[in-house]
């Protein structure tokens, strides 16, 4: 569980022993881990980290409608896509979507080792490994999707020793590693302090090394801060959390501030309900239903609906 680069370090015993408070604490930890402990022994014949992370080879229907069942115990499946022995994960997000957006501008990781803060369940760690990463390490506190990515690493470990690591745990839990790259995306509207967390950012980057950082974006002049009356954050597109949405231009300001240079908007745009949607495999309320039935190009709370952004920048040597 513990990545090669925090293998030696000090702190490793107790980033260790949070992880594992963290995932048998959560009080869905029996079904989700009697999920993952029907899913059958199955070994691939091959692999492939391409647009569908997959695992494949020839299976029963018996075996298949086993492991649809095993999975489908681990749902929601928010990133993806995955398959699996014929079975598709068909994930909420078409997450190849934003890597296509963002791949040309990474382009070749070889021998680099990449942080992914708030990683979800690990999609984008395959594909920084079929880039050429040496080691992925994501972080995200989320229980469930650790167990997901168990789930994919209960196959496609028996093909290879993959150093797609995942750390249960917020990037404020983590001990400080300098990274060649460092991947913050989907992350920072959720911070209180947008600044500081890329502060922290710029401390995870090797100098000489990257940062990408990816975030709903509004146009207007001072970003979007969803409160409530009370001035607790309130919802955009439903979803809770949301402290604000900058700018393009904030998001290159607080980079600049934080001390890295070369900083360029790589992408910019809107999210449409064919890449955030409802499937078989996340059945809860998704994008189409965080619009405004008259008016699509509004949020059900009146906001703008969702455009995305990635700036990429450099850490000086
Ligand atoms: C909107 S999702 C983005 C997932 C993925 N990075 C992507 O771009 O598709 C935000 C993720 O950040 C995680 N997260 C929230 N707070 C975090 C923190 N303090 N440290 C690390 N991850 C965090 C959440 O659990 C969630 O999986």
Known sequence: MIPDIYQQHPSRPVIEQAAVDRVTNHGDYARWQAALDALPEITPDS???????SAAGSVSDRQRLRLTEALKGL???RKGPFELFGVHIDSEWRSDWKWRRIASALGDLKGQSVLDVGCGNGYFGWRALAAGASEVVG???SVLFYLQHQAICHYLNRLGRWSNFL??????????IEFDLVLSMGVVYHRRDPAEHIRRLYRFTRPGGRVLLESLVVE????????????TPGRYARMRNVHMIPTTDMMCQWLDDAGFLETAVITTSPTSTEEQRRTEWMTFESLAEALDPRNPYR??????????AAVMATRPR
Do not use: C, K, M, Y
């Not at 692999?47 to 992370?53: A, E, L, N, Y």
């Not at 750390?167 to 400080?176: A, D, K, S, V």
């Not at 002049?221 to 001035?231: C, H, Q």
């Not at 949020?299 to 995305?308: D, L, N, Y």
């Open 47 to 53: 692999f492939s980290f391409g647009d569908r992370v």
């Open 75 to 77: 749902q929601p499946w």
């Open 139 to 141: 972080a995200d506190p």
């Open 167 to 176: 750390l249960p745990l917020t990037f404020e839990q983590l001990p400080e």
């Open 220 to 231: 207007q002049a001072d970003g979007l801060v969803p409160e409530t009356p009370s001035g």
């Open 299 to 308: 949020t059900v709370e009146g906001h703008p609906a969702p455009i995305r």
